[in-house]
């Protein structure tokens, strides 16, 4: 597992000893970054369920000026540490080490706003829809933010919702990558 391209790129990163952690192939984080493009640079980049955290290092060496971390395993937090600091990581990181909905609760009573959200769940993961509906619902996003979703090819996951609606479907083998816009209904004045 390397950093693919950027201010980082090449540096080798630590990745997970058993099957507990699904980090994001090259090839598909590739994609992702490709379709992202130049509007990382700059902005707020969200690395939910983060496992080894090579995205979020991915989006800084890209450009991103801030990546917040969110991971609740052990292991997961443990190594994002260990791969910031072999990158020399130090600036525009924070680390939330817990429950995906109590890290987006809490973000959205800061009054936090992120230009990209990515969410890597387990692919046995289910709550989809819940997750989606969380984001928009405490306000962390804005009309012009992004939201991604890595998930199985086979995953039932959402079209739309309230304040938010597919965009772009990328599949690559069996991992997809479903690309979510936020409408105007889907920000609110203060978070939920």
């Not at 292991?75 to 109590?102: A, H, K, M, W, Y």
């Amino acid at each position: 597992m390397r950093v693919i391209s950027g201010l980082y790129r090449g540096r080798k990163l630590r990745g997970p000893r058993g099957l507990d952690l699904r980090p994001t192939g090259d090839r598909l984080k590739e994609t992702v970054f490709n379709i992202l493009g130049p509007g990382l640079q700059g902005s707020v980049f969200v690395d939910a369920f983060s496992g080894t955290g090579s995205i979020g290092i991915e989006a800084l060496s890209r450009g991103a000026n801030e990546v917040v971390f969110i991971e609740s395993g052990r292991e997961g937090v443990s190594l994002i540490r260990q791969n910031l600091l072999l990158c020399g990581i130090t600036d525009g990181v924070r680390l939330l080490p817990r429950d995906i909905f109590t890290a987006l609760r809490a973000l959205g009573r800061e009054g936090f706003s992120a230009d990209t959200v990515y969410l890597d769940p387990p692919y046995d993961w289910q709550p989809y829809k819940d997750l989606i509906d969380t984001i928009v619902a405490v306000s962390i996003v804005g009309l012009s933010s992004r939201v991604v979703l890595e998930h199985h090819r086979k995953s039932s996951v959402p079209e739309a919702g309230s304040g938010y609606g597919l965009t772009r479907r990328v599949r690559q083998g069996d991992s997809c990558l479903s690309f979510y816009a936020i409408s105007p209904d889907g920000i609110r004045k203060t978070p939920a």
